[in-house]
């Protein structure tokens, strides 16, 4: 318990005092996990729709393996991206490896899946809704895309924050393709697992506090911009 | 819309590193948690201009990231892996830089009188006959290597321990916080013990035995198997490592008055 009040204590007091090194790590978490988050998006919101109106031959495995792989270890994807981007592995040349972009390339591969699969159940439920409509008014695969997707963008957004949720606070891939290097690839949940190997509880748990109001607030900012939740305007 | 991709590219731009030359070495996570990493870059990017990035890893993976070419030098404490790394050319050559020593931590009341045995082998043993819980890192680390060859010497062969010894596969700090959990003893290194903030009733209880010194070498990763590694960079960090202001702020660096390490390195042949 005297741990958990230090560690509100110490919060507070790197975010009152604006602490360089938080500000440094906190803005790279940000960083990394918004643009995974923009990548995996623009991936996985055209392939959810796409799953809902075209009818192929294995449409259904397709959705099955999606939704399974929702609950894709993270570390797994660490090391196996670890693996290709290894000097000595496939895509060693481009140098990747412990830079933030192999970290925005593993969260993308951790969301992807559960976008898709959050957004493929509301783009389904609206396309049964729509079908006998767009079909009559004959229009093209991609117009009925575009239609849905935009219709149905309240959903679409839940499906993009838990994206974001599961991504900020996702520590097992990125400890392996960042390597928790100080200013390079430190981020906030690489620091708190740092800071608890050293037994600093209540400076791990001060981290830990930062990056729940982070969430937070880019939650009810994520809100705010795009004016959900506001009377009529749905 | 328009304003979250604004903010999404103000993002994107700050924050770009800014640092004259880089390269990465990775060091044991023991030698990380003794602090002396922050007190010897500050000074190694003051005075070469190269900012160098550890990754801190256990020794097994620090050799295989050696090996794999995806750091430009090792910095590690298990003789016998690193003498592999160097027969197979993964490495140019071994270092040696300094040593630290073990040591053993258990409970303040000592059940097994470690506190009094004569050598470090008897000390196990004394554990061994009382049975009293034992965590082990149990993750191929140097001082996991370490540890196994001093059970091997006290005539125990760990994959035969039972229940009371727990190999736990994680970092030091992991496991000093497993073995105050548990009340258990435990052999770290003196560094990250010094350093640890959740020492519990945990005790220093014995240490000084000279087989428990504990070698750190400099092992640059070979340019001829990996083209692309700073090799020049590499050799630059080698040459400050063993220069005179090294030895100053190694021998120097004390926690709550103890001397840590010791620089041993020899100069160039």
Redesign the interface.
Known sequence: MVDIWSGLVQAAWLVGTLDAELLEIALRSLKVTLSALVIASLIALPLAALLAVRRFRFRRTVIAVLNALMGLPPVVVGLVVYVLLSRSGPLGVLGLLFTPTAMVIAQVVIIVPLIASIAHQSIRDLWQEYHDLLISMNVTQGQKIRTLLWDSRRALLTAALAGFGRGIGEVGAIMIVGGNIDHATRVLTTAIALETGKGNFALALALGFVLIALAIAVNLAIHALSRTEREGRW | ?K??ILS?AL??C??A?LAAE?M?MAVT?SFH?SGLADVLLPRIAADLDL?V?????GTGQAIRLG????VDAILVHSRGAEETFVAARNGTHRREIMYNDFVFIGPESDPADIAGAPSATEALQRIAAAEAPFVSRGDDSGTHKKELSLWDDAGQDPATLHDWYKPVGA????A??TA?GMGAYIMSDRASWL?????GDLALLFSGDAVLFNQYAYLPVNPEK?G?VKHDLAMKLEDWLVSDTAKTLIDGYTIDGETLFVFNAKAAD
Do not use: C, P, R, Y
Request: net charge negative; no cysteine.
């Open positions: 819309m304003h979250l999404l993002i994107a700050s924050g590193a880089t990465k996570t948690n900012e990035q550890l990754l801190v890893v090996e794999a070419g995806d970092g030091m700090g992991a000093l916080n105050a350093n640890f903030g959740n020492k990996h692309h």
